[in-house]
């Protein structure tokens, strides 16, 4: 169960990297256009914006990651809940898929650490 919790949580982690970097590297490129469904103008008007959302995904996924290497399960809960809520409130103001693909996999992660640490507990 520990086992499938952290590689969860990891997965959700590389997720939140590769969105850093398409919204802050790829933003403008047609690969980004294209994942994102938008024209060149649209993108070159939002590019600042992209470039800080991604910077926040950022720091989802940096603290994903330093609570795996530090063992700590409270700072796995709490950036895993901060990912369920983005994507919900990703999923109900930007496209509707977010809660999909975003908040559902932190969500079944962060129901793993949590039984995982419950069955620790006994």
């Given at each position: 169960?520990?086992?499938?919790?952290?590689?969860?949580?990891?997965?959700?982690?590389?997720m939140?990297?590769?969105?850093?970097?398409?919204?802050?590297?790829?933003?403008?490129?047609?690969?980004?256009?294209?994942?994102?469904?938008?024209?060149?103008?649209?993108?070159?008007?939002?590019?600042t914006?992209?470039?800080?959302?991604?910077?926040?995904?950022?720091?989802?996924?940096?603290?994903?990651?330093w609570g795996?290497?530090s063992?700590?399960?409270?700072?796995k809960?709490?950036?895993?809940?901060?990912?369920v809520?983005?994507?919900?409130?990703?999923?109900?103001?930007?496209?509707?898929?977010?809660?999909?693909?975003?908040g559902?996999?932190?969500?079944?992660?962060?129901?793993?650490v949590?039984?995982?640490?419950?069955?620790?507990?006994?």
């Open positions: 169960m520990k086992l499938m919790a952290n590689f969860l949580t990891a997965l959700v982690a590389i939140h990297v590769g969105i850093m970097v398409l919204e802050m590297f790829f933003w403008n490129h047609p690969v980004g256009q294209k994942i994102f469904n938008m024209t060149p103008e649209v993108a070159e008007l939002s590019a914006l992209a470039m800080n959302q991604g910077l926040y995904n950022g720091f989802l996924a940096a603290g994903l990651f795996l290497i063992k700590r399960t409270d700072i809960l709490f950036f895993l809940a901060c990912v809520v983005a994507g919900i409130f990703g999923g109900l103001t930007a496209k509707f898929s977010i809660i999909f693909t975003q559902l996999p932190a969500l079944v992660a962060l129901i793993l949590m039984m995982a640490t419950a069955k620790d507990k006994q």
